[in-house]
């Protein structure tokens, strides 16, 4: 079965990985116990633990999402708690590291370069955090954050208009290919309830698939609807 998923042969994949259709994987990307929406691309040498991607966002080169450590045990190396090395070395782990929630991206977002991002957050639909910022704390829905510890820059649109994307949820839909004026906003918008309307536009239902790499072959198993 053919699949529109893209996974370099260096890409690793730890854990548990989802990824929906269409998506793609540039080189040396690190992926563990995470899941990528539709549209959505990761680029070289970014790290992903532990998170949840939504649709048409995209990560830029060495952008990092940050693992937890446990700082109030005596040690905080992870062997206490997970397998990191080869066998004789790795005995079965004697406790449970109680590790906060997953980290979640929302719907078309923009991460650039050499980001940090503490594990847990919450960046919202449409945010923008330019190259090199440290992000920890939540980025709210199309605001643009920057800086170490990272910032608001701006909001990237007014209330009105956000509050009219919201509504649409264009990421929602396959948008690839059909004439929309996206460099206007409100044009788009238009536009694309238009195509909601007469019915070229329907929400795009993407397969999901279980990832894994073994000594790079890329093997993509389908994950059955419910």
Not at 220 to 225: A, R
Request: charged share 20%; net charge negative.
């Amino acid at each position: 079965m053919s699949i529109a998923i893209q996974v370099h042969k260096s890409v690793n994949l730890l854990g548990w990985v989802r990824l929906a259709e269409p998506v793609r994987i540039f080189t040396s990307a690190t992926l563990r116990n995470t899941e990528i929406g539709a549209f959505s691309y990761v680029s070289p040498g970014a790290i992903l633990h532990d998170t949840n991607m939504g649709r048409y966002c995209s990560i830029g080169n060495y952008v990092t999402v940050l693992s937890e450590h446990p700082i109030g045990s005596l040690t905080t190396s992870p062997f206490p708690y997970e397998k990191v090395f080869r066998t004789p070395f790795d005995p079965e782990p004697l406790h449970e590291f109680e590790k906060i929630l997953p980290t979640t991206i929302g719907n078309d977002v923009w991460i650039g370069s050499n980001v940090q991002i503490k594990t847990g957050i919450t960046i919202g639909n449409g945010a923008v955090i330019a190259a090199g910022a440290v992000v920890t704390k939540d980025v709210a829905p199309f605001t643009v954050v920057g800086g170490v510890p990272a910032k608001v820059i701006r909001q990237r649109f007014s209330k009105e208009l956000v509050d009219q994307i919201t509504e649409i949820a264009w990421w929602d839909y396959n948008v690839l290919g059909l004439e929309i004026d996206w460099q206007d906003p409100e044009s788009a918008i238009t536009e694309i309830k238009k195509y909601i309307q007469d019915g070229t536009l329907t929400r795009f239902k993407h397969r999901l698939f279980d990832m894994t790499n073994n000594d790079g072959k890329v093997i993509g198993t389908p994950i059955p609807t419910s």
